[in-house]
């Protein structure tokens, strides 16, 4: 029992110390983390603080050397990203020297790195005055409402709002007269398109027709390749042809039985004259005939 109280005893006191020494630890862990925050704090604090010197002199600059002051507003980003007063400063230079796009892309940057309602206000209140030099009316609209909802009272926001509307609708409109000429320039261009089409059917239709034409007349073509009508014209020429010309009319004869009758009668006379020499031969006497 002894032993055993000793034995209980000196674990009761060795388990104090040990709770003892991790306390201790995690007092000495908690100071340790804390001065590096205090630390790194102090450092952070000296990067910002660098980064605003190199913004302020930029700003002297600004309206005396715009290469000289965009350098020290480079400096001012490159020593602390986050500082807002460098981007949108930056973006001011660029705005002013008639870079917009670098100051549109400066002021959005801003936007991002904006945590009070009046560095969002300004941040895209300079967005929208960028894009309105773009000709970006729609896109500036949008902006200007932005900035508006960060602050409803500043008038200047709102009266670069409504200029932005009137830009936005001018343009709208001016899209919509552009999309219906080039409607209209492609019905005109697809009636020309038929109006081809329609007239290189006409025209192989009258081919067409010229050679069914064609084709007609080399039927009437002969074997000769002479055509009909000349054929029919030589016909006429023809003795065969003469002869079907020559057929007398209903009570009329025709040459050619006149010259026949003509020789029957010659022959006819002359078998007479033979029969009257025969007899004048023998002495018989001859009755005259009657004239006709």
Known sequence: ?????????????????????????????????????????????????????FVYEGNVLANKDFIASEKEYRKALSKKPSNINGAYNLGNAYYEKG?????????????????????????????????????????????FKNALRSNPKDEETRYNLVVAKECAKEQQNNEDKNKDKEDEDKKDEDKDDQDKKDDENKKDDKKDEGD??????????????????????KKEGDPKNKKEQQ????????????????EAMSNEEKKVQEKINAKKAKGEKTKAEKDW
């Open 99 to 143: 870079n917009y796009d670098e100051a549109l892309l400066r002021h959005i940057e801003a936007s991002k790195l904006a945590v009070t309602k009046e560095e969002k206000h300004k941040a895209f209140h300079n967005i929208g005055n960028a894009l309105m030099q773009q000709k970006m009316c729609k896109e500036a609209v949008e902006a």
């Open 1 to 53: 029992m002894i032993m055993s109280d000793k034995n209980s005893l000196l674990f009761s006191i060795n388990h104090r110390n040990f709770e003892d020494f991790f306390e201790m630890k995690n007092v000495l862990t908690l100071i340790l983390i804390l001065s590096i925050s205090f630390a790194y704090a102090q450092d952070k604090d000296k990067a910002l603080q660098k980064s605003n010197d």
């Open 212 to 233: 069914e034409d064609k084709k007609k007349d080399d039927d009437k073509e002969d074997e000769d390749g002479k055509p009909k009508d000349e054929k029919d014209d």
């Open 247 to 262: 057929q007398p009319q209903p009570g009329k004869l025709s040459p050619q039985q006149v010259k026949n009758l003509l």
